[in-house]
């Protein structure tokens, strides 16, 4: 998975709650990404970062913030929970910007909200 | 809108029997168009990327094509380790768009 990891692996939470996931990359790529992917939906883009403390958003922003104090460190946090967030959400990175180049893939995180 | 079409949703194939998938895309200033892998459970795997019309890349069984509408990824004679889903994605401005993949299943 090309040095990427993601913390936790599973997680179940209940409606209301604060969740934090956490992508490590060991690969020192500037771009980092998080992406959620639903059936009949495919991969969709929450925020990415294209450097330390750089983020923006993607096209279902709404309800996720984005923090990143370290090249190789993107978080993802869900302040407050929802039903319609259970979902695996997967990080990804990519050398330069990944509008030119491939981005590659962490293991992902399945979030369960009750 | 800009949106990314893949069809068929599912193929199941005979071991040896050659077929392709096909990924259609409607946006507006095309920057990559790029091929995954994905195994059950696991995050997309890296295939190939394209950039221009009638551009081809090959890997192993798998060949990718591109033209200015579509992009065909092509199985010649598969094999049951390449059953899998197979997504597209397209790169259009500063965002990235994902087709909903083909579920293959190679029977032996």
């Known amino acids: 998975d090309a040095g990427i990891t993601q913390s936790p692996r599973h997680k179940v939470t209940e409606t209301g709650t604060p969740v934090t996931l956490r992508c490590h990359q060991t690969e020192n790529h500037r771009y980092m990404y998080w992406y959620r992917q639903d059936p009949g939906h495919g991969l969709r883009l929450i925020h990415y970062s294209y450097g330390v403390k750089d983020t923006d958003k993607g096209e279902v922003s709404d309800g996720y913030s984005v923090s990143r104090s370290k090249t190789e460190d993107f978080l993802l946090t869900l302040e407050s929970a929802t039903s319609s967030q259970t979902s695996v959400y997967f990080c990804?990175?990519?050398?330069?910007?990944?509008?030119?180049?491939?981005?590659?893939f962490g293991p992902g995180t399945r979030l369960t909200v009750l | 809108e800009d949106q990314v079409t893949q069809s068929p949703e599912a193929l199941r194939l005979q071991e040896g029997e050659s077929s392709s998938l096909n990924c259609s895309y409607t946006v507006s200033g095309l920057r990559g168009l790029f091929w995954y892998r994905q195994d059950p459970g696991k995050g997309p795997e890296f295939l190939f990327t394209?950039?221009?019309a009638g551009e081809e890349k090959e890997k192993e069984r798998l060949k990718a094509t591109l033209t200015k509408k579509e992009s065909f990824l092509h199985i010649t004679a598969p094999k049951p380790e390449d059953s899998a889903t197979y997504l597209c994605?397209?790169?259009?401005?500063?965002?990235?768009?994902f087709g909903t993949g083909t579920s293959l299943t190679v029977i032996p």
């Open positions: 394209l950039y221009s």
């Open positions: 994605a397209v790169s259009s401005g500063n965002q990235f768009y």
């Open positions: 990804a990175i990519s050398e330069t910007s990944g509008n030119y180049n491939e981005q590659f």
